[in-house]
Nanobody
Framework: VQFVESGGGLVEVGGSLRLSCAAS????????MGWYRRAPGKAREFLAR????????YYENPIKGRFTISRDNAKNAIYLQMNDLKPEDTAVYYC?????????WGQGTQVTVSS
């Protein structure tokens, strides 16, 4: 199983980014998928999930109303549209199944929000 995240970068407060995640080595459509992040000096945290069907998105409070999770089962991919970014969103962002497969974490993609 492999996840490859992309789309991170440096953005100003209030800006937007769209993260992508390409999954391989698993039957993608059988899995709920999630986005996670690790901020400097903090543990990795769960952010959002999307059902294997593409419905029932769920968001943790820090990102609710600003981020949108989606998936394309034909491409074995999930996405995270991030709007109204804040300095506290600075982190390395990861995708994985939900619940996560602990041996399958990718390198992540760095998001840095400058104030």
């Amino acid at each position: 199983v492999q996840f490859v995240e992309s789309g991170g970068g440096l953005v100003e407060v209030g800006g937007s980014l769209r993260l992508s995640c390409a999954a391989s080595g698993l039957t993608f459509i059988r899995h709920n998928m999630g986005w996670y992040r690790r901020a400097p000096g903090k543990a990795r945290e769960f952010l959002a999930r999307i059902h294997r069907s593409g419905g029932n998105p769920y968001y943790e409070n820090p990102i609710k109303g600003r981020f949108t999770i989606s998936r394309d089962n034909a491409k074995n991919a999930i996405y995270l549209q991030m709007n109204d970014l804040k300095p506290e969103d600075t982190a390395v962002y990861y995708c994985n199944t939900d619940p996560p497969q602990q041996n399958a974490w990718g390198q992540g993609t760095q998001v840095t929000v400058s104030s």
